[in-house]
């Protein structure tokens, strides 16, 4: 109970990879707190304190010696740690709607910074700045509700030596933000398995979100009123049936994936070819082909859901 450590773990098994994650933890308004008064988090924040060292800054900055792996892993593990730092001494003020959750978000990812070295980093810099630098970009509505988008920093800005040199569009799938409708928080450790992790992390968040419209309610019974109207219900029903649901965190994200939501559906369909959800999905409609794409409406409810370990079976 309360926000200890997971006593159990749920596994997702297949013949591609294996899956491991925790319970999850509601991060109640008391539980923050806590957390926020406890002598571990005094630790924590001495430990923090180390990232100002100029030793640190002159590791990441040796641009010659650091792979893009590694400035993903660094990257991602601190956007991580600076979103769960930030949550526990600037709590959410509690409302429910999802326009508070977006304001408030919105100045949250511009205000929770950390000095490394002598740079300083938002959450909006790290990931738009350096995680997405070389990537197409989040959609209107993103932009529109959760603020400003910082641009990749120039060649001469000692920022850009933590940027990656390659698109990642999986990166997406590992950035956790303590919220219902995020991915789940994974500790990356090592750089030659962080693609290997993020296909993982992105079959088992898709699986759990990503989802296909299922019969309508009445449709069998009005299949039985005529032959017309019978034909009209079961093409209403394949229909349903048939409608690609899809979390909005991955619409902000789409055209990382593809020119189009069809395209980049397409392309989360084959992420998630190994999960169950998906083997369910085709085996229950074998014909099934991407047609209407609507959006399940992003929870901003706080939780975290711990991914114990993932790995290639």
């Not at 990879?17 to 923050?32: C, H, K, Q, T, Y």
């Not at 990812?109 to 997405?132: F, K, P, Q």
């Not at 959760?146 to 990749?152: D, K, L």
């Amino acid at each position: 109970g309360g926000g200890g450590v997971p006593a159990a773990a749920r596994s997702d098994n297949t013949n591609e990879w294996r899956a491991s994650r925790g319970d999850g933890i509601d991060l109640s308004p008391d539980l923050l707190a806590i957390v926020r008064d406890s002598s571990g988090f005094a630790l924590f924040l001495r430990e923090v304190a180390l990232l100002r060292l100029p030793d640190i800054e002159d590791w990441i900055t040796a641009r010659s010696q650091r792979s893009d792996e590694e400035r993903l892993v660094f990257n991602l593990n601190l956007t991580n740690l600076m979103t769960l730092h930030g949550l526990v001494v600037r709590p959410n003020p509690g409302s429910s709607s999802a326009a508070a959750g977006l304001l408030y978000r919105s100045r949250f990812n511009s205000a929770v910074r950390y000095s490394i070295g002598s740079m300083v980093l938002d959450l909006n810099t790290i990931e738009h700045a350096l995680l997405r630098s070389k990537l197409s970009g989040v959609t209107f509505n993103y932009i529109g509700f959760i603020g400003r988008v910082v641009r990749p920093f120039p060649p001469t800005d000692p920022r850009s030596l933590m940027a990656l040199d390659h698109p990642t569009p999986l990166l997406t799938f590992g950035l956790c933000a303590a919220t219902v409708s995020s991915p789940n928080l994974f500790v990356f450790r090592d750089p030659k398995l962080v693609y290997q992790e993020l296909e993982v992390l992105a079959a088992v968040y898709l699986g759990d979100n990503l989802r296909i419209g299922t019969l309508k309610t009445g449709s069998n019974s009005a299949s039985n009123s005529g032959s017309n109207n019978g034909q009209g219900a079961d093409e209403q029903s394949i229909s349903a049936r048939r409608t690609t649901w899809i979390p909005e965190y991955c619409f902000w994200y789409f055209r990382d994936f593809g020119s189009s939501k069809t395209e980049a559906v397409k392309a989360w369909l084959y992420l998630m070819r190994r999960s169950s959800t998906y083997q369910s999905m085709k085996s229950s409609d074998p014909g099934f082909r991407v047609k209407a794409i609507k959006t399940d409406t992003y929870s901003w409810q706080l939780r975290l859901s711990l991914m114990l370990d993932v790995a290639p079976a």
